[in-house]
């Protein structure tokens, strides 16, 4: 069970959405049943603007070793106040304060790459160094750097996203087409159909993006909490 410190804001927020339990006990299950199949393999998990830490602690409760990024450092310190209330606080969790682009960034350079990435974008947003976010602007070029970082046998892709604008059918649309673009490129390169380089028209044409593979459904649940 986890526990969370709630503060109720002049914003009607209090600092957890109860609606995304469903969500942890989703991923949850996915993390924990790989964990049972191969124990000596970390499953590793990204969370992006990763707020108090829900998602973060349903996830290292299941097992996950887990990133949680959010740019704002008085909410990463509230998220560790929550894991110690909830005894996780001595889990494999990375604190991370840090604008989530530029942060992502720096995972494809240093070649790291994860089984499960999570995202919660706000509908607007400052980064810590007064960097600018609005979703509809931001939020398919940050898919399409978070895909470079999926593991060669990812578990999830979960975004999450309350914009009233921007509708589940369109988050939908963006991963199908960013993921099943680069699944196909994946399966021609495995049976040798084609070579590295290709013409099409696409940003990361020669990057890790076209290695990734395709595991069931569990690239992609996206819902709204409207």
């Known amino acids: 069970d986890l ?34 199949k191969n124990p000596d393999k970390p499953v590793k998990v ?12 349903a996830a290292a409760a299941a097992g996950a070793h887990v990133t949680h990024v959010d740019a704002s450092k008085g909410i990463v310190s509230w998220a560790k106040e929550n894991a110690t209330s909830s005894g996780l606080i001595d889990k494999p969790i990375r604190w991370i ?16 790459h994860y089984d499960g990435i ?15 976010w609005k979703i509809e602007e931001s939020v398919y070029p940050l898919i399409q750097l ?21 509708q589940p059918a369109v988050l939908s649309y963006m991963l199908y087409n960013l993921l099943a673009f680069s699944c196909i490129l994946f399966l021609l390169r ?11 028209q696409y940003p990361y044409e020669n990057s890790r993006i076209n290695q ?3 595991k069931g ?6 819902i709204d909490r409207e």
């Open 3 to 36: 526990t969370f410190n709630l503060k109720p804001f002049s914003f009607k927020h209090t600092g957890i959405f109860p609606e995304q339990a469903t969500n942890w006990d989703w991923f949850g299950h996915l993390i924990s049943e790989k964990v049972k």
């Open 97 to 112: 304060v840090d604008d989530c682009v530029k942060f992502v960034q720096r995972e494809i350079r240093r070649g790291n």
């Open 217 to 222: 459904n569990h690239y992609m649940h996206g």
């Open 146 to 166: 978070c895909a470079q970082l999926l593991s060669d046998d990812p578990l999830f892709f979960l975004i999450n996203s309350y914009t009233t604008g921007l």
């Open 118 to 132: 999570i995202m919660d974008p706000p509908s607007y947003g400052r980064g810590p160094k007064g960097e600018i």
């Open 46 to 57: 990204l969370n992006l603007f990763a707020y108090t830490g829900g998602a973060t602690l």
């Open 190 to 200: 495995k049976h040798n159909l084609f070579a590295v380089k290709h013409s099409c």
């Open 212 to 214: 990734i593979g395709y």
